[in-house]
């Protein structure tokens, strides 16, 4: 004979009191997303006094109960738990951030149903939010120093200039040159300080190989063209489409093809610098060959640190931009070599949002 299947088996005094305790949202649900029970925590963060008897997709925005609840159903009818982060909007109030773990449970002689916990993620977000702005006034403070040392080089040198000048005035050819060499020294690092610091939020849209191609050639015109090319670019038009800024993208490239260009530059080396794309299913690669002096071991953790730099006359900013680009649009540089040749690469995901938030999975 069957065993008796209890509909209810969770919903005793001794256990609903014990979850009335937990500080999170808890909720059991029917397969369907229909609310069989909801602890205080729950009740309290979706602004509800009676959440029994409800769907809790009532509780997404309309693109949500279209695409990522369908998802999330069916993700837990394939492997019975899901977790990560929704937008909840409680009736008549702010709707926040949630994490949500999912777990499909299938108790022996009961029926199945599914065990959902959630939290407000804007205590946790905050907190985040301030320890990156911690991080950046670290990042700052170290900044301004280096800055104050590579600004107040050239200041003391118009002041000498100027004094000698003024013995001197039958030499005012040669210190003016002087005094507009380290002007305009002093010009391109204001240029680089303010290119990074006012770099602009990534503006995320779908963008074909071809654009960045596009980009990169109308940069490299000069390189690209000529008998004897400085630079070669292999690629597939082919590529999957990826979600990305590509005006940011285009930017951080060229800093890497314009490091590889000076590191050819710098020996005298004849042979190319070599740029490559290629992408599969789940990620654009880029990469960068060059086969100057390379890059010595003591210095590999502190090459996208700014005004690190080994190149005479250079500030030591363009690795910097390009790792602060990276970071701005979920990819990441890497070198995977650091001498003949010396390889860089930036990977990039080909959409940072996770599948079940694009697309109705099956």
């Known amino acids: 004979m ?67 609840w369908h998802n999330i159903l069916t993700i837990l009818k394939k492997e019975g738990v ?30 199945p149903f599914i065990v959902l916990t959630f939290q407000n993620l804007a205590r946790l977000k905050k907190l985040e939010k301030s320890l990156e702005e911690a991080r950046h006034l670290a990042f700052l403070g170290q900044m301004l120093a280096d800055i104050s ?6 200041i003391l040198v118009i002041g000498g200039l100027a004094r000698r000048l003024k013995e001197h005035p039958e030499r005012a050819h040669d210190y003016a ?20 610091v006012l770099l ?44 990305t800024d590509p005006e940011l993208l285009v930017e951080a490239l060229g800093e890497l093809i314009q490091n590889a260009l000076e590191a050819h530059q ?3 080396e004849k042979r190319p610098v070599l740029f490559e794309a290629k992408g599969n299913e789940k990620r654009i690669l880029f990469k960068v060959e060059d086969y100057g002096e390379g890059i010595r071991v003591e210095a590999l953790s502190f090459i996208f640190s700014p005004f690190f730099t080994t190149k005479p006359g250079h500030f030591g900013m363009g690795l910097t931009l390009a790792s602060r680009i990276a970071g701005l649009l979920s990819g990441e540089i890497e070198v995977v070599n650091t001498y003949q040749p010396t390889v860089f690469q930036f990977l990039l995901p080909l959409d940072r949002r996770r599948p079940e938030r694009r697309k109705l999975l099956s």
């Open 2 to 68: 069957a065993p008796h299947r209890k509909e209810n088996f969770w919903a005793t005094p001794y256990l609903i009191n014990i979850l009335d305790l937990v500080k999170v949202g808890v909720a059991l649900l029917s397969l369907e997303g229909e609310i069989l029970y909801a602890n205080r925590q729950a009740e309290e963060l979706l602004s509800e006094s009676d959440l029994k008897g409800k769907n809790l997709n009532q509780f997404f925005e309309e693109e949500d109960r279209r695409l990522f």
């Open 82 to 111: 899901y977790e990560g982060e929704g937008f909840l909007v409680p009736r008549g109030g702010a709707g926040f951030i949630a994490q949500m773990h999912f777990l499909r449970y299938e108790p022996e002689g009961a029926e």
């Open 149 to 154: 040392h590579h600004i107040r080089n050239p």
């Open 177 to 196: 040159s002087a005094v507009v060499y380290q002007c305009e020294r002093l010009e391109r690092l204001l240029q680089a300080l303010e290119r990074f």
């Open 200 to 243: 602009p939020s990534p503006r995320f849209r779908p963008v074909e190989i071809r654009e960045i191609i596009e980009g990169l050639e109308a940069r490299y015109k000069l390189e690209i063209s000529g008998e004897s090319p400085e630079l070669v670019m292999n690629y597939s038009l082919d590529l999957p489409v990826f979600y």
């Open 266 to 268: 710098a020996v005298g």
